[in-house]
């Protein structure tokens, strides 16, 4: 098992340095320049400008700035942001603990919906339960989130006169308030999340149902809820764990969109700021930083699957 | 006394037409496809069908509700949402077919190939494949999308295409892979190499025909996706622009001011993606059922 883990952490590692030479030479191949971007209007003399490139390291050859970038890299040093000269670590630090907390929160709502309801569908299958929930799992895999979000603004506007806050309440400081905050804006993008989810707990249920066990439970005379809660229901979880780890990358993906949507600033909102303002340094740290908690996350769910399925073993 | 045999009565199965098979036994998808096709039509046909020009200003209109003129109003610069909509259907329909015909196309290629050589090959595509996998699909077409910038051919931004078809590829890549990997080891294979065959002659003559199935599975299915992901480019101001109609263009900008107002310059345009990717989704769906319910998106 140890083995095994150490094995795939290893085989991480290409995959990353492959992520950052893709995204470094990816971004150097854009017109433009950042320098030039960031001075536009104004009326700057070329020498400024060419001045401002030096200071950035931009005028030196691709690969001396590659390697430049991924020294510092490996110590742990994500360079400064082109556009605030903070460190890129520090941009990115003071938005995650937003961006990972409707993250979770709309994980934690996406399995609440989506467990009860997928089981509900397996076990009554072809009644109007079923296409009842199967309606909203289509519903949810077609919506996108930004729309969902508008459209719950909406609804809070006219019936609550609720506008999206302009500032952000960390959840330390008051949990109620950071909770009514950032409740729909998980709700927003957890819908398709449990959308997925659903589908899968209900063909897993269904799959379960038709095991040995789960007769001779019947046989033996347990009662059905139990049969339902204790073989089915645990046994059917598994595959679940699965698409909901996958899903998260596609949470990652709606956030970019739907925190724009309600005004959050976080890692989402952060990345289309940097791409559209040619931040290249900044957008680097943001893909990479993205890449590994994928590719971690990954690690995480067949790990996890091990650790409930004591029949899976790795090598 | 010898007794006749009784005849047998014995029907010859008709063979019926592929498309209508798949209607009869796939009536949901047949009904996606139906909608498809009537957006497809709408859009190909829009100067005809939309009852106003989608750029026609009028400003003694702005803002105007649902109504007999306006079916579904008009946005903040008077324009006719209605046939925004249907000319905003050509954005999404062309930018999603091309984009999933692209991304599909390229991975499909790539995953052939690589299943056909196995070895040192086989081992290097995935490991580029692994690392265009660890992006989600968003961040990597806002990525290429900011690198490319626009590219105009016949109305259509073909790096918008470009940005979204290449996440794309490597998902395809490893499914085609794996349907290639088993057809790699039959005799035929085997059969044509002994024969001396070139392997571009192996590949495109006797592999990529049987990976057809797969290959439209994931076309049907990517194209949902690209219309959501075109949707959503747009609507963060990177994908197309005005006066361009798109869906998710329409939902952007002027849209949020006027929640109360207008309401409807948000609803509509929203009910269109989620009523085309709902029906790819249907299609899509169904077509894997029939043609290959084992494989695995």
């Known amino acids: 098992m140890l083995r095994y883990l150490l094995n795939r952490i290893l085989l991480m590692i290409p995959t990353l340095i492959g992520v950052a030479v893709l995204v470094f030479f990816l971004l150097r191949l854009a017109p433009g320049d950042p320098v030039q971007m960031m001075m536009e209007g104004a009326n700057v003399p ?58 979770i929160m709309a994980t934690i709502l996406a399995v609440i919906i989506a467990v009860p309801l ?40 006219t019936y609550f006169s609720w506008i999206p806050p302009l500032t952000f309440t960390p ?7 950071n909770l009514s905050q950032l409740i729909w804006p998980a709700l927003a993008v957890g819908y398709r999340y449990s959308a997925v989810a659903m589908r899968m707990m209900r063909s897993s249920v269904l799959e379960v149902l038709q095991e040995d066990y789960v007769r001779t439970a019947r046989a033996k005379g347990v009662y059905e809820r139990l049969v339902v809660a204790r073989h089915a229901m645990r046994n059917a979880l598994l595959p679940v764990v699965t698409v909901v780890g996958l899903e998260f990358a596609f949470l990652i993906g709606g956030l970019v969109v739907t925190e724009q949507v309600f005004n959050l600033n976080g890692i989402g909102k952060l990345f289309v700021q940097a791409v559209s303002r040619g931040d290249y340094t900044l957008i680097q740290g943001l893909v990479l930083l993205v890449a590994v908690f994928f590719v971690g996350v990954n690690l995480a769910i067949d790990m996890l699957y091990a650790a409930l399925d004591p029949r899976i073993r790795y090598r | ?74 946005d903040s610069f008077g324009r006719d949402v209605l046939s925004r909509i249907i000319y905003g259907a050509r954005t999404a329909l062309a930018v999603g077919f091309l984009a999933s015909l692209l991304g599909s196309t390229i991975g499909a290629v790539i995953g052939v190939v690589s299943a056909y050589f196995g070895g040192k090959t086989d081992l290097i595509v995935q490991r580029i494949m692994d690392v265009l996998l660890s992006f989600p699909i968003i961040i990597l077409a806002i990525t290429v999308v900011a690198v490319l910038g626009k590219n105009l051919v016949i109305g259509i931004d073909v ?44 590949i495109f003559r006797h592999m990529v025909p049987n990976v057809v199935a797969p290959y439209l599975i994931m076309v049907t299915a990517f194209v949902a996706q690209a219309i959501l992901a075109e949707a959503s480019l ?12 798109s869906w998710g263009l329409m939902l952007s900008g002027a849209a949020a001011d006027f929640y109360q107002q207008a309401p409807w310059m948000i609803v509509f345009p929203g009910i269109a993606i989620s009523l085309a990717v709902f029906a790819f989704n249907l299609f899509g769906d169904s077509l894997r059922d029939w043609l290959d319910p084992k494989i695995k998106l």
């Open chain 1, 171 to 177: 959840f330390f400081q008051d949990p109620l308030k």
């Open chain 2, 159 to 202: 790096n918008l295409v470009i940005a979204i078809g290449l996440p794309m590829v490597p998902k395809v890549a490893r499914v085609v892979r794996s349907s290639a990997l088993a057809i790699r080891e039959l005799p035929y294979i085997d059969a044509a190499r002994t024969a001396g065959f070139s392997h571009r002659r192996i």
């Open chain 1, 46 to 103: 070329q020498e400024v400008i060419q001045a401002e490139r030096a200071r950035l390291g931009l005028d030196q050859p691709l690969h001396i700035q590659f390697v430049k970038w991924f020294g510092a890299l490996l110590r742990g040093d994500f360079g400064v942001s082109l556009w605030t000269g903070r460190p890129v670590l520090h941009e990115i630090g003071i938005r995650l603990e937003l961006s990972l907390q409707v993250a």
């Open chain 1, 118 to 157: 997928g089981t509900l569908s397996a076990i009554f299958k072809d009644t109007w339960i079923d296409h009842v929930v199967r309606i909203i799992s289509i519903a949810g895999l077609a919506v996108p989130s930004f729309w969902l979000g508008m459209i719950i603004i909406l609804l809070l506007l």
């Open chain 2, 1 to 74: 006394m010898s007794v006749a045999a009784p005849a047998i009565p014995y029907k010859i199965p008709k063979r019926r037409h592929p498309v209508l098979l798949f209607i009869v036994q796939q009536p949901l998808g047949a009904a996606g496809l139906a909608f498809i096709v009537l957006m497809a039509v709408c859009a190909i046909f829009a100067p005809w069908v939309a009852p106003y020009d989608p750029l026609a200003v009028d400003y003694g209109a702005m803002l105007a509700a649902p109504s007999a003129e306006h079916w579904l109003g008009t």
């Open chain 2, 234 to 245: 747009s609507f963060l101001g990177l994908g197309v622009t005005e006066p361009t109609a």
